[in-house]
């Protein structure tokens, strides 16, 4: 498909996303995957081969943005990334629901033909409802395994996020076909794309947070005046605004450079909303009072899911992005 | 040079540079020393010839008439290495942008040829004792006398005066009480009969700040910058695009300075090794991620003034951005290389002196152009468009 000729735009899928999200609030898992994937979402990055749209990682970028900022409850990015990744036509499609186990590797032994999994894996969105488990082997090996194949079990994990509930799965002599292992280099590719869709979507609750923040500043009087007359107040929303749109930038700027963009460069862009996505959520809370913290109020859940979402990416944090480009730096030539 | 892609510019700007940029002008070298005006002059000179100064500007007024995205590449170039500021970015990046804006044909051809062949040298004369931040509060007048204008006040914080040629000036002819109106730019020759400048050192040991007095000033009509009461309307305008756009060197040259620093750490065992502290490596870390951020606001702003995009108020969120981020580094490079061992290396010894520098002038950096308060309520008022308390 010619983007250019089609005379599509990410900007397009927004306005799509945010109908399906909103219709998908009295479903199940199953049925939003079904609902999401009416709508061509789930296929977004996913080659045509499978009924993918084939587009670039911009396009999924106000989709899953526009998920999280109505919370949707269900793995979108790790449906997306699948389809891309693993090609599965029935991710794409809806009929089945796909995650990713994003914190640990397993252990592979070979028998016979076959490859037999051992291990616990973490981090893993949404497992319960889940058919597909994409998972690391070793350094750079993915093998795709089917939820109900023996030897799968689940354990809940301590979690904070109420909306996409993340689970640690225990392998215990997986038996999978040579077939279900993806090509060599994918763990390193579906890293690299979720970098920038974490980013998208810890942005996208970040930005709702701020909306909530800025009304509830304008609407709340207090000493007689609005919330929002008082400078403390301004300028701390002023600030949220400032983080907001660097992550906004960062990640335009990462999308356009496309393959041209560096493995720190995403990581940095993972990071800048990690920690501003945090702030901006939790200054919200501060903003709203003792309102805030209360039950009823969604700010604590945007809180929770985006600290989830920095948890996922917590191989990539500060310190290590920190060496990795001191390794890159030589020592100086110059005295 | 003009039909070339942006490769083959970037290639062509940073082949330029690499060849002519003399090492004594680098501070990242051990031969640099602190440059004089004349030197300074000569290189800015030099790079208006090569075509790197000027570079967006019409080819009428001596500009090499080259588009925004060209204007960015030249200056993620010149942001990569260690090049001195510029002694008249006031002329090249606020009078002549303004000048373009409103100035008179007659006004063009006088002075934006004159600011890129570095003959006249601009300062800005915006604050004032009473009127720094506020300039709606600033009090130096014009008043007219006969075909000319008047011009009696003082201002202060007036950067590199003492070595300027013009000033850029501010100043009210209508009443104080009109607040923003009544205001008009004036282009003042500093070598008028009335004017007076001071120096007055900076913390950073610099006497680059200066106050100008004028003292019934005769300004002559064709020195006028737009129409009165309208000029600073217009000029407005016109900074607010400046804002986002100017300096775009600034993100390269930071990142300039990074791995500056961390490449003279790695001549010291004892710096390396901080630098392998999950302490340090974290803060430098995030001066990687604040420095993209700088890059991803500066690159975007450029795509979207290309598109004819609205752009708003995102200059005070690079200013901001950058100048807090800009002075986190700062005060990190002074920590890191305090803790230099003894006897000094050779490149730690250019590094201190580069950032025992830097981490002293970065004190200013929230201060000038804006401080972080004013940018902060910029951003409330017209980003976020926080409906404010009378």
């Known amino acids: 498909m010619s983007i250019a000729e089609d005379g599509l735009s990410p900007s397009d899928f927004a306005a799509t996303a945010e109908r399906a999200v909103a219709a998908c609030a009295s479903l199940d898992v199953a049925a939003r995957g079904k609902r999401l994937a009416g709508d061509g979402l789930l296929g977004v990055l996913a080659a045509p081969e499978v009924g993918g749209l084939g587009l670039p990682l911009a396009f999924a970028v106000p989709v899953v943005a526009a998920a999280e900022a109505e919370l949707l409850a269900f793995p979108l990015m790790e449906s997306m990334l699948v389809a891309r990744h693993a090609a599965v036509e029935t991710v794409v499609n809806g009929s089945a629901v796909a995650t990713i186990a994003w914190n640990g590797k397993v252990d592979a032994t070979s028998r016979g033909s076959a490859i037999e999994l051992y291990g616990v894996v973490g981090a893993v969105p949404a497992a319960e409802a889940a058919d597909l488990l994409l998972i690391r082997i070793d350094q750079d090996r993915v093998a795709l395994v089917d939820m109900r194949t023996t030897g799968v079990a689940l354990e809940g994990a301590p979690g904070i996020d109420l909306t996409v509930p993340s689970h640690v ?50 609407q709340r009087r207090q000493f007689g005046h609005a919330l929002c007359y008082n400078q403390a107040i301004r300028h701390a929303l002023a600030r949220h605004k400032l983080v907001l749109e660097g992550i906004r930038h960062s990640l335009a700027r990462c999308l356009a450079l496309g393959p041209n963009a560096s493995d720190i460069q995403r990581k940095a862009v993972f990071l800048a909303a990690a920690a501003g996505g945090v702030g901006i959520a939790e ?53 | 040079m003009q039909s070339l892609s942006g490769d083959a510019y970037r290639s062509a700007v940073r082949g330029w540079l690499g060849e002519n940029l003399p090492a004594h002008l680098r501070a990242d070298r051990a031969s640099y020393a602190a440059p004089r005006l004349d030197q300074l002059v000569a290189w800015e000179q030099a790079l208006h010839r090569a075509g790197f100064a000027g570079i967006a500007w019409s080819r009428q007024y001596g500009g090499h008439g080259r588009t925004l995205r060209e204007h960015l590449i030249a200056s993620q170039e010149i942001g990569a290495v260690a090049m001195p500021e510029s002694v008249n970015s006031i002329g090249k990046e606020l009078a002549g942008p303004i000048i373009q804006a409103i100035g008179s044909e007659d006004q063009k051809r006088r002075f934006l040829p004159a600011i890129l062949q570095m003959a006249e040298i601009w300062c800005q004369g915006f604050s004032e004792p009473e009127a720094g931040s506020d300039l709606a509060g600033l009090r130096t007048r014009a008043a007219r006398d006969g075909d000319a204008w008047r011009i009696n006040g003082q201002k202060i914080w007036t950067s590199g005066a003492a070595r300027s040629h013009r000033c850029l000036l501010l100043a009210r002819t209508g009443k104080l009480e009109d607040r923003h109106r009544g205001l008009a730019l004036f282009a003042v020759p500093l070598g008028s009969a009335g004017v007076r400048v001071n120096t007055i050192k900076s913390m950073d040991g610099r006497e680059s700040f200066c106050e100008v ?71 430098l870390g995030a001066v990687f991620v604040d420095i993209e951020v700088l890059k991803g606001h500066v690159e975007t702003t450029v795509e979207d003034l290309m598109g004819d995009l609205p752009i708003g108020a995102r200059g005070s969120l690079i200013k901001l951005h950058w100048s807090e981020a800009h002075q986190r580094f700062a005060t990190l490079a002074w920590e890191i290389l305090s803790q230099a061992s003894l006897p000094l290396r050779p490149a730690v010894k250019v590094a201190q002196r580069r950032f025992n520098e830097l981490y002293l002038h970065s004190r200013a950096e929230t201060i000038y152009a804006g401080t972080t308060e004013i940018q902060l309520g910029i951003i409330a008022d017209r980003v976020l468009g926080l409906p404010r308390g009378k």
């Open chain 1, 283 to 335: 200054g919200a809370l501060q903003v709203f009072g003792a309102m805030g913290f209360t039950w009823g109020m969604p700010l604590h859940r945007h809180i929770r899911r985006i600290r989830s979402l920095q948890a996922q990416g917590s191989e990539q944090g500060l310190a290590a992005l920190g060496r990795q480009l001191i390794a890159e730096v030589p020592a100086a030539l110059h005295g």
């Open chain 2, 213 to 283: 007095f004028f003292e019934n000033v005769e300004v002559d009509e064709a020195d006028a910058l737009g129409a009165p009461d309208e000029g600073w309307a217009a000029a407005i305008k016109v900074l607010a695009i400046e804002r986002a756009t100017n300096r775009m060197y600034r993100a390269w040259r930071f990142e300039n300075e990074l791995r500056h620093l961390i490449s003279a750490c790695k001549t010291d065992p004892a710096l390396e090794d901080l630098l392998q502290d999950g302490h340090y490596a974290a803060r």
């Open chain 1, 169 to 218: 799965a225990r392998l215990d002599g997986v038996t999978i076909e040579p077939e279900a292992l993806l090509a060599t280099g994918s763990w390193q590719a579906l890293q690299a794309d979720a970098c920038l869709l974490r980013a998208a979507a810890i942005m996208g609750g970040a930005e709702r947070c701020l909306a909530l923040a800025s009304e509830h500043a304008v």
